[in-house]
């Protein structure tokens, strides 16, 4: 090593989506590898890493806001490294407004993260370093050592990329074409997360329902096969979550297996992004909103109390009125328990970009606004249906005597601790519900639960 000053601690800076956040520990494990240490603090670490989203421009415009922080500390501290890696150096555009910052040490992207480390000892010696692959180059994305945020619970990548192209989405310029990962890895590291104490999981994808796995001589594996294996391992998952599911491939044997197995969450997370067919025709999202109600419809059938989240775009390019008008009717049918509520951001390179009908700035900022009047109190009637009942909820942070936890259904839960230190934390505990908000819940401990949700 021959950068001056340089000392071995690092701070990791996280935007974006599950995959980021779990690409974040993978980074974690290589550096810890090498002889790092965490650090809370950007101030004084040795190594800053950023790992950026560039899903939406004010995703790329808060990682360009910390990053102009950092050259003020950057002029007193010759020897800190500054890191940019993921989705946004990975497109040209945000590439060169990182350039711009004059900050970066080692740009590096989605497809080699697992050479962070090389990159790293590169940069050290010889100062800056700019690798960012234009492909996947078949390299095993999956054995790279991480070191979890949180002991109990953890994410589990199924696959790689999207081939769906819908118009206005960077993701599959930015991750490439999918890639499934072998069953039998996947099954083995699920295996040595429960052996290690995981009490939840989150299978992640960016279209978890297009899983095709493959292990040399043997049949191929689609998602519902995976995850109905997954929920039988012994020694078990007490919960099992996947994110995301498109619903033009979920299918009603995905129904099914979540309907079958009690470790498997009772909660989709099922993107609609508009109840217009005419602008899902153009978002090229490959259904229409009567195949979307009738999904929700089977899902509501078969499964029992399933809450459903969602995603929903306003200002698409060409929306109408009439166009987002069916987006609000959709959602009073559908009775989503939550959703993820984003104005169009326009990405250069997606085929959206180039579409006419640009919605203007106040016009989507007002549907925005009618949109989530509309739907959080509907979030607000939902979580009601949990007063009085008693929910198991993972406990996950302990703050101030207050126990913040997640139900099956997915929704925030905080309760008082009973003077146990901190005990139930990773465990599945047993919360009466007192009081419902829009965005959370409040209860009351009963006692441990040990069967399970
Ligand atoms: N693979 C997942 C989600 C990926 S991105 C899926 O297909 O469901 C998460 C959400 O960001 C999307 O569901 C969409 O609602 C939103 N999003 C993606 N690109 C966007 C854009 N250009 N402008 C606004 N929202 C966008
Ligand atoms: Fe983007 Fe569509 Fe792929 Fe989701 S399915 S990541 S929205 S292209
Ligand atoms: Fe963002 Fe990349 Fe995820 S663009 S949403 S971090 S795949």
Not at 362 to 384: C, G, Q, S, W
């Amino acid at each position: 090593m021959i950068k001056p000053g340089h000392v071995k601690s690092y701070h990791i800076i996280t935007f974006g989506c599950q995959m980021n956040a779990h690409d974040s520990e993978k980074l974690a494990g290589i550096l810890q590898a090498k002889g790092y240490e965490a650090t809370d603090d950007a101030d004084t670490a040795g190594l800053v890493v950023f790992n950026t989203c560039c899903i939406r421009e004010n995703a790329e415009n808060r990682a360009l806001g910390h990053l102009g922080y950092l050259k003020h500390i950057k002029a007193h501290r010759p020897g800190l490294v500054v890191a940019v890696g993921g989705c946004m150096p990975q497109m040209e555009e945000g590439h060169a407004r990182l350039k711009k910052s004059g900050v970066v040490d080692i740009f590096f992207g989605t497809h080699n993260l697992h050479t962070f480390g090389e990159l790293l000892d590169e940069s050290l010696t010889t100062g800056k370093v700019d690798k960012i692959l234009a492909e996947y180059d078949n390299s095993p994305e999956t054995e790279v050592p991480t070191v979890r945020e949180f002991a109990w619970k953890s994410g589990v990548n199924i696959m790689y990329g999207c081939n769906n192209f819908c118009s206005y989405c960077v993701v599959p310029y930015v991750r490439g074409r999918e890639r499934s990962r072998k069953p039998a890895d996947i099954i083995r590291e699920v295996q040595n997360l429960a052996v290690d104490g995981v009490t939840e999981i989150m299978l992640l994808g960016q279209n978890v329902n297009s899983y095709l796995g493959t292990d040399d001589g043997c049949d191929s594996v689609d998602f519902p096969a995976l995850l109905s294996y997954i929920a039988r391992l012994k020694p078990g998952l007490e919960r099992i979550r996947f994110m995301t599911s498109h619903p033009k491939d979920l299918s009603p044997e995905l129904i099914k297996a979540i309907a079958e197995h009690k470790n498997i969450c009772k909660h989709i997370h099922l993107p609609v992004q508009s109840g217009s067919d005419r602008v899902l025709s153009n978002m090229n999202r490959s259904y229409t909103r009567a195949d979307y109600l009738s999904l929700i419809g089977d899902l509501r059938r078969s499964i029992q109390d399933i809450a459903i989240t969602t995603d929903i775009i306003v200002g698409f390019p060409g929306e109408t009125d009439e166009d987002f008008a069916e987006t609000l009717n959709l959602c009073k049918e559908a009775r989503f328990s939550g959703a993820f509520t984003f104005i169009y951001s326009k990405r250069s390179g997606t085929k959206a970009a180039e579409m006419p009908g640009e919605v203007p700035g106040e016009v989507a900022n007002a549907r925005f606004k009618v949109l989530t009047d509309l739907i959080h109190p509907m979030f607000l009637d939902y979580a009601k249906t949990f007063k009085g009942k008693v929910v198991g909820a993972l406990a996950e942070k302990l703050e101030n005597g207050i126990y913040t936890g997640r139900t099956e259904s997915n929704h925030p839960i905080h309760f008082p601790a009973k003077q146990d230190g901190g005990g139930l934390l990773g465990k599945i505990v047993a919360v009466t519900v007192t009081q419902a908000k829009t965005f959370y819940l409040t209860g009351e401990l009963v006692e441990e639960i040990t069967d399970g949700n």
